[in-house]
């Protein structure tokens, strides 16, 4: 199967709209994975939340480097 990601929005009765139009030429059936948060409650993170994610998430651990502290006078 080939896939495509987009984003969209839930409505209030359950229904799905997609942000843009999909690059389909002719009516298909597709199976739909939808990622949402695990709390609904806010969608955003607040900036403590968003820190901690930061400071927590392997994929950042390469910012510990010195070589990438561009910001430090040498």
């Known amino acids: 199967m ?3 990601e987009c984003a969209g929005t839930i409505s ?4 799905l ?3 843009e139009l999909l ?3 002719q ?3 597709v199976q739909i994975i939808i990622l949402f948060p695990e709390s609904l ?3 955003d993170l607040t900036p403590d939340q968003w820190s901690k994610a930061i ?3 392997p994929s950042f651990a390469f910012l510990h480097d010195a070589e990438e502290d561009i ?3 040498q």
Do not use: F, K, V
């Open 2 to 4: 080939r896939s495509i």
């Open 12 to 15: 209030a009765q359950g229904e």
């Open 17 to 19: 709209q997609l942000d």
């Open 23 to 25: 690059p389909l030429n």
């Open 27 to 29: 009516p298909s059936r």
């Open 41 to 43: 409650e806010s969608d």
């Open 55 to 57: 400071a927590s998430n």
């Open 71 to 73: 910001y430090t006078p």
